[in-house]
């Protein structure tokens, strides 16, 4: 349920929630939901964190807005200025709009629970679940309907499985771990070794690990390790169909939009960002602090504490001038063709001078 606040009460809020803030404007303005600039009505207020919708700013139908300490406004429209919008901007929809409501089950009768599973207090489990022998469950876990967890798994406290997620037998997952319905850990990797022409496979003898903090998307795959863990590091973000293979070792905090893929046996270092639709081939190793664009291909290792973008990766002014120099190939191959029909003259005038 939305909550109603003035503009002086979300400042105070936002205060305490680590953003310290200047209104300027209206302070007993009532605000009754968060939207975008352009969608916002009046009684909503907005947010600017990106300058490529600064004119929006001064078009906007909301009540009020979210800005830096030096964007300008519309004489009319209320701000709270801050140093980080964006972060306030999630202070404000927790505070006005909450978080999600979960249906509450406690363990439906439909669910199907292992003798030997051990599951923690306040657990909240809707129907058709399955939970296998050996299962250790904390608490305040909330399985939503269709989820098997399978044989010796491990699940953290305050865990949240959407529909239909499947965590493999061994696998274990952290505390306060979010994944979205569809998602699967620690499947069988693509382990095969090729003998006289056929695929043998290889048994995937590890598991997969699944750190505290870590948030996936819908449809995510997290391949068991052929020997030793695939492990997703504490704090780790990933958006829908990221899929990590075998034996690979994401470190914390970092963070995957959709439809990344890293194969196996790569090693990535903390605080990595990821684009959309970016490739990275086996056994390579990625450093700290490292952002790559998207549909980046990476075919060797990349340096901590750069950009990268491009097929393959390129640091990223490296790369922007390869595209610069291609905007100037058009004109660099006619004034090549007229240096090569001049040659030909100057070569032609010159036997007829023999």
């Not at 923690?120 to 967890?149: H, K, M, R, S, W």
């Amino acid at each position: 349920m939305m909550k109603t606040m003035k503009i002086s009460e979300l400042s105070f809020y936002l205060a305490q929630q680590g953003f310290p803030n200047t209104i300027d404007g209206n302070q007993e303005l009532e605000i009754v939901g968060v939207n975008t600039l352009h969608e916002a009505k009046e009684g909503e207020i907005s947010f600017l964190a990106n300058i490529k919708y600064r004119e929006q700013l001064f078009d906007t139908q909301a009540s009020a807005v979210i800005v830096n300490y030096e964007d300008t406004k519309p004489d009319t429209l209320t701000v709270i200025r801050c140093a980080d919008p964006y972060g306030a901007l999630a202070a404000t929809v927790i505070g006005i709009h909450g978080v999600r409501q979960h249906p509450q089950w406690g363990i439906d009768s439909r669910t199907q629970i292992a003798k030997s599973a051990k599951i923690g207090t306040n657990a909240n489990i809707g129907p058709f679940v399955t939970i296998d022998e050996q299962v250790v469950i904390g608490d305040n876990v909330i399985l939503y309907p269709g989820c098997y967890i399978g044989y010796g798994a491990v699940l953290g406290d305050n865990v949240t499985l959407y529909p239909n997620v499947v965590v493999y037998d061994g696998s274990k997952i952290g505390s306060r771990v979010s994944l979205h319905a569809g998602t699967v850990i620690g499947q069988d990797g693509l382990g095969y070794a090729s003998v006289n022409g056929r695929w043998m496979k290889i048994p995937q003898a590890g598991w997969a690990v699944v750190e505290d903090d870590v948030d996936m998307g819908a449809n995510c795959a997290i391949d068991r390790a052929t020997l030793g863990q695939t492990r997703v590091g504490e704090g780790t973000k990933f958006s829908d169909a990221v899929v990590i293979g075998h034996g690979t070792k994401v470190g914390k905090h970092n963070m995957y939009v959709a439809q990344v893929g890293l194969a196996g046996s790569v090693n990535v270092g903390d605080h990595v960002t990821m684009a959309g639709q970016v490739g990275v081939a086996g056994h390579l190793n990625i450093g700290d602090n490292v952002t790559i664009g998207a549909k980046t291909g990476i075919w060797s290792d990349l340096e901590a504490n750069e950009r990268y973008f491009g097929v393959p990766a390129f640091k990223w002014k490296q790369f922007w001038r390869q595209v610069a120099a291609m905007k100037e190939m058009p004109d660099a191959l006619r004034k090549l063709r007229k240096l090569e029909k001049e040659l030909e003259t100057l070569k032609t005038q010159l036997k007829n001078h023999e």
